[in-house]
């Protein structure tokens, strides 16, 4: 077994690093929270570390999973952080979806010192974490991921190589980016049918039996209905993924109208104090605008 490191334990963070425990292998943790790496630590049976530097000396490939790209680069190259441990030979795969430039950046870091880095934001929300049926997307050096692709293994089903450095993100961003024009259209097509007077259980069933159909609806419709919108993907996190793929648009002069129109209405819904929830939550805005409720 392995000498691996995780950082960052919120809600995709600590099942991933539990499962990593569970395959047996020797997990040395960090959280910014440190009662949470302290407590899984004990509990679990991992190496509980004072900083993410401690974690580069322990590990021979260092897992983390953080919110946005300056959490990513404070933990791996800013004060103790993990390049100031981590030898050569090691291994950082970035599980986090930060900018294709920041990860570029970092590569270049932990090249300098002879170490490797991988862009592998993951996809499949808190269910995909806790299951260990995540999906990745990798970028960086096809041979360092084939040497530490049993490492992932425990947290994911599904596995994709997708060139150098920084082209994990732009399939990850990609992906996202048609996720979150779709939940808009199912949004603003669930508000319309249900103020229109079209039950929502009946507007679902249409859509799910239509060329409509599609997993995120399949998914969050019965979240909806039934008023539950614990989060299994912020809503502040996919605003953030949206600005994002813009930025990645005017990097590379694609125009992404539709996709600038949603960034404002997930703004507004983060503004109106719904960006601790789910994604779903995008709808109450819509309900606001339109005077009705969504419910089964």
Known sequence: MAKLGFLGLGLMGHPMAEHLIDAGHEVALWSNTTAKAKKLADENGGVFCETPKAVGEFAECVFLCVGNSEMSEAVLTGENGVIEGISKGDVVGDCSTIGPSVARKLAAAFEAKGAHYLDSPCTGSTPGAKGGTLTFM?????????????????????????????????????????????????????????????????????????????????????????????????????????????????ELGVPLPCTALVHEMFTAGVARGHGDEDIAAAIKLFEEFAGVEVKG
């Open 138 to 250: 990798v970028g960086g050096s096809k041979e360092v991921f084939d040497r530490v692709r049993p490492f992932y293994d425990p947290m994911g089903a599904n596995f994709y190589y997708c060139g150098t450095q920084g082209m994990g993100l732009h399939a990850k961003l990609s992906q996202n980016l048609v996720l979150a024009n779709m939940l808009q259209g199912f949004v603003e097509g669930m508000v319309l049918a249900t103020k229109a007077g079209v039950d929502p259980n009946l507007m679902f069933e249409i859509l799910d039996n239509s060329a409509a159909k599609a997993g995120l609806i399949s998914f969050k419709a019965p979240q909806i209905f039934k008023r539950n919108f614990e989060a299994a993907f912020p809503l502040k996190w996919m605003k953030k993924d949206i600005s994002l793929m813009l930025d990645s648009g005017r």
